[in-house]
């Protein structure tokens, strides 16, 4: 009984509807346990307050209230808990509202305040957002910057790159390898699938793009709304190109 009676008492504070929030199976949900967590009473400490404030981000995201995403992933960043990853939840609501140029400076302030652990994934996904704005040379220079901070990453980081380097018309000479260590490594599955797809597509193999493209199409629908909702460029462009697949 006591424990029952603490179980609800902990249930009513930020903690716990942060538990809530995090649990939940709806944006709706999702949000409204988020707001009655930032609403609490209860003494709120920082962290706390950040993670409610992302579960709130989050909910807004997936409703695609773009705008209100961005300004909750302000105060986040101005609360300066965790504040790379704070930065990266910002620039995904400013890319949704197709501020690249937005998008591409918070993705950069990510990838300065974050630990070397982090800091290869920021660069790769600045290089990934101005490789789908067709701003080649920055996203060249940004994957080769990725570059140097990868590690088990590396294999999609070079795919990615020879994607860049093709659109600038500098094919690597080394295209199969390139594809055949992507498709062997680890990070060749989920995101690297729409790489792999892209790259036989220009190497000529089209059973293989078809095959991969599909493949991070299918998985990419199935996901959770947040991602795929982040990843609406890829979805488009994959698409685009399974079309143009079926056409030839």
């Known amino acids: 009984m006591k424990r029952e009676r603490e179980a609800a008492d902990a249930s009513g504070t930020p903690e716990g509807f942060l538990q809530r929030a995090i649990a939940a ?6 949000a409204r346990w988020a707001r009655q ?9 920082r962290t706390t307050q950040s993670m409610l404030l992302r579960q709130l981000y989050l909910a807004c995201f997936e409703q695609r209230d773009f705008e209100r995403a961005q300004e909750i992933a302000e105060q986040m960043v101005e609360l300066g808990v965790l504040p790379d990853v704070c930065h990266h939840d910002l620039a995904r609501a400013m890319a949704a509202l197709d501020d690249i140029d937005g998008a591409a400076g918070q993705l950069r302030l990510a990838a300065r305040t974050a630990p070397a652990s982090r800091r290869g994934f920021h660069l790769w996904t600045l290089g990934s957002l101005l490789f789908l704005a067709e701003r080649y040379p920055a996203a060249h220079a940004a994957l080769l910057r990725a570059l140097r901070w990868s590690t088990s990453d590396r294999p999609l980081v070079l795919g990615h790159l020879a994607l860049v380097l093709i659109a600038l018309g500098q094919p690597p000479a080394d295209l199969a390898t390139t594809i ?4 062997e490594a680890p990070c060749g599955q989920g995101y690297g699938r729409f790489v792999l ?3 036989c597509h220009r190497a000529g193999r089209r059973k293989d793009a078809e095959r991969h493209l599909r493949a991070f199409v299918t998985r990419t629908r199935a996901s959770r ?7 609406s460029g890829e979805l488009m462009m994959a698409e685009r190109h399974l079309a143009e697949l079926d056409v030839n």
């Open 197 to 199: 797809g892209l790259l």
């Open 225 to 231: 709304p947040a991602l795929a909702i982040s990843l």
């Open 25 to 30: 199976r709806s944006a709706a949900a999702r």
């Open 37 to 45: 967590g930032l609403a609490s009473r209860s003494p709120l400490d």
């Open 180 to 183: 055949e260590q992507l498709a």
